[in-house]
């Protein structure tokens, strides 16, 4: 398996403008999460899908931030529109079964919003 | 609300056995303890867990008191390539419930 992958690695843009990050969960994988980690507040869930379902979006800090999940192999995280608090490092996480516990998280996508 | 309680930091020396323990008094009968860790600058990474039973995997042990208010992760020969952050997390195996990661315990593994 190739693992979860996430792009961009690094993203630096300026505030206001829109940002996309993009997830390519495990194949077979049935539930995708997404976290956010920040020196401040951790490692928060935002959002998680089964079978490219929403499910809880309560970790979703605000109206600029969506999640979609079209297909069982691609997810987006978008904020628009972005500002310097949303700087953070942004991991997406697949699973084949809630039940297991056992999230694969991909390297991250680092958002750096000037 | 955390639902674990864990040491800031911790130091090892490497070649020694890394204890970590974890207090979760509060875990209720259909939680299971979780184990992760992060190494810097990457995603977390499942380690191991367990419901009440002691368990060892190829990455780690881990032993869970009586009565499962505590639990400890044991690395047996760490190397400097363990340094990382350890999450103690419980959670119930059952659809709807995520993992929620608290602040975990620095380990910092020396020569």
């Known amino acids: 398996d190739a693992g979860v992958i996430q792009s961009p690695r690094h993203e630096v843009t300026e505030m206001g403008q829109e940002v996309t990050l993009r997830c390519k969960p495990i194949?077979?994988?049935?539930?995708l999460f997404w976290y956010r980690q920040t020196m401040m507040r951790g490692l928060e869930l935002l959002i998680y899908?089964?079978?490219?379902?929403?499910?809880?979006d309560s970790g979703m800090p605000e109206d600029r931030f969506s999640a979609k999940m079209p297909n069982a192999s691609f997810s987006t995280l978008k904020i628009q529109p972005s500002e310097p608090r949303d700087s953070a490092v942004y991991f997406c996480?697949?699973?084949?079964?809630?039940?297991?516990?056992?999230?694969?998280f991909g390297e991250g996508s680092r958002l750096t919003v000037l | 609300d955390a639902k674990t309680t864990q040491p800031t930091s911790m130091d090892c020396a490497e070649g020694r056995a890394a204890n970590l323990p974890c207090n979760h008094s509060?875990?209720?009968?259909?939680?299971?303890v979780y184990w992760y860790r992060q190494i810097h600058s990457q995603g977390p990474q499942y380690i191991i867990h367990?419901?009440?039973n002691n368990e060892t995997n190829e990455m780690a042990s881990l032993i869970i008191t009586e009565d499962r208010k505590s639990s400890t992760l044991i690395l047996p020969h760490a190397t400097l390539r363990d340094t990382a952050v350890y999450y103690c997390?419980?959670?119930?195996?059952?659809?709807?419930?995520?993992?929620?990661f608290g602040k975990g315990t620095t380990l910092s593994v020396s020569s």
């Open positions: 996480a697949s699973s084949r079964r809630i039940s297991t516990g056992e999230l694969f």
């Open positions: 194949s077979g994988h049935d539930y």
């Open positions: 899908f089964n079978n490219n379902v929403p499910i809880d």
């Open positions: 509060t875990i209720s009968g259909n939680e299971y």
């Open positions: 367990g419901l009440k």
């Open positions: 997390i419980v959670r119930a195996n059952q659809a709807g419930t995520a993992l929620i």
